[in-house]
């Protein structure tokens, strides 16, 4: 299946993986790069050393194209950045900032730069910076979020830029992918339906956890401090909740936070941050990275009425630049 960003990207089908920080290493990235998609690797808070180790395992693992996610907001962006070139990365998505200081390094290096956006208006600003496409990310999508809805932001974003949307937030299988392309995707990036595959090296209680979700066990916390984050109901987060609403001062709580994300990939589903999107309530099953992505994609090929090659390459059309 051919889209703009299946050529822009070299790869086989238009998935890319969700770049989840402490949880997408090489195992989960070289494993979606060799099954067509785009694996990506997720850059912040991790050490130098840990990001090159990484990327050279990916390597010796596929000879697929491979990526990488740099949170902007991170004080070593700029080593990562630099590292990110030395390493020959193909692909490099963004979050918590805006790329441009970054971008005629790795534009020079002939890397393909995707920002990850939460309002047309970021989009729009994007393209005019000279990006390559944008991953429009609605408020269903576990980790950061913003406040727009997938079905809100997909359409407005695609209507506002000239170049690739890739669509994200609640998409985890055949029918998510053809929602997101009739509303204008030419591809989709998924983050938690990998999160229970077999490449995926979260333990096995964060597994279950995702496996064993109701739609209404998801919870935003966060939102009183500037940096909402979508995960799984447990005694942390409904402390968290509770220590947000009678709060005077979002400073307050921002020792809360520290160290959560790391006390769940460790284990502790108690106390720490479970992140996950509202689509776990319909993953029901475990299976290998490829077995995910042959999944999505015959479901998505036998619901279209209308060839979903034939829609991505309307949506190319249907873009404008503002």
């Given at each position: 299946?051919?889209?703009r960003?299946?050529?822009l990207l070299g790869?086989e089908?238009p ?6 920080a ?7 990235a070289s494993?979606v790069s060799?099954?067509?998609?785009l694996?990506?690797?997720?850059c912040?808070?991790a ?12 390597r010796?693992?596929t000879?697929?194209?491979l990526g ?5 907001m991170d ?6 950045a630099q ?7 193909e692909?490099i ?12 390094l790795w534009k020079e290096?002939?890397i ?14 994007m393209?005019?910076?000279?990006v390559d496409a944008?991953v ?6 576990g980790?950061h ?14 209507d506002a ?5 890739i669509?994200?937030g ?8 053809c929602a ?8 989709v990036?998924i983050g938690?339906r ?6 995926c090296t979260?333990?096995?209680?964060w597994k ?9 066990d998801?919870?935003v916390?966060?939102?009183?401090t500037?940096?909402p984050?979508?995960?799984l109901?447990n005694?942390?987060?409904r ?22 994300l790391k006390?769940?990939v460790?284990?502790?589903?108690d106390n ?5 999107g ?7 099953e475990?299976g290998s990275a490829?077995?995910?992505?042959a999944?999505?994609m015959?479901?998505?090929e036998?619901l279209?009425?209308m060839?979903?090659?034939?829609v991505?390459?309307l949506n190319?059309?249907?873009g404008?630049a503002?």
């Amino acid at each position: 299946m051919r889209t703009r960003i299946t050529d822009l990207l070299g790869i086989e089908v238009p998935i890319i993986q969700g770049a989840m920080a402490r949880i997408a290493d090489a195992s989960l990235a070289s494993a979606v790069s060799d099954a067509g998609g785009l694996g990506i690797i997720a850059c912040g808070g991790a050490p130098l050393s840990w990001i090159e180790e990484q990327v050279r395992i990916a390597r010796a693992s596929t000879d697929k194209p491979l990526g990488a996610n740099v949170m902007l907001m991170d004080p070593q962006a700029p080593e990562v950045a630099q590292l990110l070139v030395d390493l020959r990365i193909e692909v490099i998505t963004t979050g918590a900032g805006s790329p441009v200081d970054y971008l005629p390094l790795w534009k020079e290096a002939g890397i393909k730069v995707i920002p990850v956006v939460a309002t047309t208006a970021q989009a729009r600003r994007m393209e005019r910076l000279g990006v390559d496409a944008v991953v429009a990310e609605g408020t269903e999508s576990g980790g950061h979020v913003g406040e727009l809805t997938t079905m809100a932001l997909l359409p407005s974003v695609r209507d506002a830029v000239s170049i690739p949307v890739i669509g994200a937030g609640g998409i985890a299988d055949g029918r998510g992918m053809c929602a997101a392309f009739a509303l204008g995707a030419e591809g989709v990036q998924i983050g938690t339906r990998f999160l229970t595959v077999e490449e995926c090296t979260v333990c096995d209680a964060w597994k279950e956890k995702v496996l064993g979700a109701k739609d209404s066990d998801t919870i935003v916390t966060g939102r009183g401090t500037g940096h909402p984050v979508r995960g799984l109901k447990n005694k942390f987060a409904r402390e968290c909740r509770k220590r947000e609403m009678e709060a005077t001062n979002p400073e307050d709580l921002e020792g809360m936070y520290a160290g959560s994300l790391k006390r769940a990939v460790e284990g502790d589903m108690d106390n720490g941050s479970i992140l996950a999107g509202q689509v776990a309530a319909i993953i029901s099953e475990r299976g290998s990275a490829r077995d995910v992505i042959a999944s999505i994609m015959a479901e998505a090929e036998a619901l279209g009425a209308m060839d979903l090659a034939q829609v991505a390459a309307l949506n190319a059309t249907q873009g404008r630049a503002s």
